[in-house]
């Protein structure tokens, strides 16, 4: 099943459109932790006919301690929303962002687990786009209500519960980054340090220098490297489930699979019979205070 679509494809697939008779649904994801002005970036400028994606409240559910800080939303929710985004069934869907599809990616891995399977990341995102000469678009787009019926759980996913065991039986990693997983700062979160087990792997390791994922052996590589093998079972997770999206799509690209654990970080440390550790290595080198 691809992940990717690039800018070349996508404005192909889009001039073809009547011809062919497939409809290809644009969804902006532009979100950035720390920058909550995703919508006026989409405003000034998008890929014609995509229409705005709200992650913090339409990709998630409200912030509370026990899930998290994105926490998923209900099923019927999604539906909703995709119906509001103009989905049909029998649509392809493709997302983006402005920052390496570490925002889109979410909405990918949330319509693959409710069984959309015809949805892609574009590659570079808006970025890619636009160095590919391609116009954009300003203002907002108003797309006719779809059809689309979503299930859910069509992606692996664990709890808490597994992700205090799974170091001991598998691959847990971390796609925050470095400095976050040793604990050196935490910009958002009660408690600095990582999960007891977990691997360091920041996502910015699964993008060149131009946002675009790395081709499939290269990831095949680092995934290998960082520990994943035939027959582990490998969970990702984040500051608050977003990110390890992006680390799932890397791994799917590189031909492996993983889990996601949807409350990451940011539920594991509001429980203080959690530990967290802080240091370089899975099991750190000392337990933060609880």
């Given at each position: 099943?691809?992940t990717?679509?690039n800018?070349a494809?996508?404005k192909?697939?889009?001039?073809?459109?009547?011809?062919?008779?497939?409809?290809?649904?644009?969804?902006?994801?532009r979100?950035?932790l720390?920058?909550?002005?995703?919508?006026?970036?989409?405003l000034r400028?998008h890929?014609?006919?995509?229409?705005?994606?709200?992650?913090?409240?339409?990709?998630?559910?409200?912030?509370?301690?026990?899930r998290?800080?994105?926490?998923?939303?209900?099923?019927?929710?999604?539906?909703?929303?995709?119906?509001?985004w103009?989905?049909?069934?029998?649509?392809a869907?493709?997302?983006?962002?402005?920052?390496?599809?570490?925002?889109?990616?979410r909405l990918?891995?949330?319509?693959?687990?409710?069984?959309?399977?015809?949805?892609?990341?574009?590659?570079g995102?808006?970025?890619?786009?636009?160095?590919?000469?391609f116009?954009?678009?300003?203002?907002?787009?108003?797309p006719?209500p779809?059809?689309v019926?979503?299930?859910?759980?069509?992606?692996p996913?664990?709890?808490a519960?597994?992700?205090?065991?799974?170091?001991?039986?598998?691959?847990?990693l971390?796609?925050?980054?470095?400095?976050?997983?040793?604990?050196?700062?935490?910009?958002?979160?009660?408690?600095a340090?990582?999960?007891?087990?977990?691997?360091s792997a920041?996502?910015?390791?699964?993008?060149?220098a131009d946002?675009?994922f790395?081709?499939?052996?290269?990831?095949?590589?680092?995934?290998e490297?960082l520990?994943?093998?035939?027959?582990?079972p490998t969970?990702?997770?984040?500051g608050?489930?977003?990110?390890?999206?992006?680390?799932i799509?890397?791994?799917?690209?590189?031909g492996f699979s993983a889990a996601?654990?949807?409350g990451?970080f940011?539920?594991?440390?509001?429980?203080?019979?959690?530990?967290?550790?802080t240091?370089?290595e899975p099991?750190?080198?000392?337990?933060?205070?609880h």
């Open positions: 099943m691809d990717l679509l800018a494809a996508l192909n697939r889009m001039d073809r459109a009547v011809e062919t008779g497939r409809r290809t649904v644009l969804l902006d994801v979100w950035a720390g920058d909550p002005h995703g919508h006026d970036h989409y400028g890929i014609p006919g995509a229409v705005f994606v709200d992650l913090a409240t339409e990709l998630a559910g409200p912030a509370e301690p026990r998290g800080r994105h926490p998923l939303p209900p099923p019927e929710q999604f539906q909703e929303s995709a119906r509001r103009g989905i049909n069934d029998g649509d869907v493709v997302a983006y962002d402005d920052s390496g599809n570490m925002a889109a990616a990918w891995w949330m319509l693959r687990s409710a069984g959309f399977s015809s949805v892609y990341l574009l590659d995102g808006l970025a890619a786009w636009r160095a590919a000469g116009e954009v678009a300003a203002g907002p787009e108003q006719a779809g059809n019926t979503l299930s859910d759980g069509a992606m996913a664990i709890d519960g597994q992700a205090a065991t799974w170091g001991r039986r598998g691959l847990l971390d796609a925050r980054a470095g400095e976050r997983y040793r604990g050196e700062i935490e910009p958002v979160d009660p408690r340090g990582h999960i007891p087990g977990a691997v920041p996502t910015t390791g699964n993008l060149d946002g675009r790395l081709a499939p052996a290269e990831l095949r590589e680092r995934f490297q520990g994943y093998r035939d027959g582990v969970a990702v997770y984040c608050s489930g977003v990110t390890a999206a992006h680390e799509a890397a791994l799917e690209i590189a996601l654990y949807p990451s940011s539920e594991w440390c509001h429980a203080a019979s959690n530990d967290v550790v240091g370089p099991y750190g080198e000392q337990t933060a205070s």
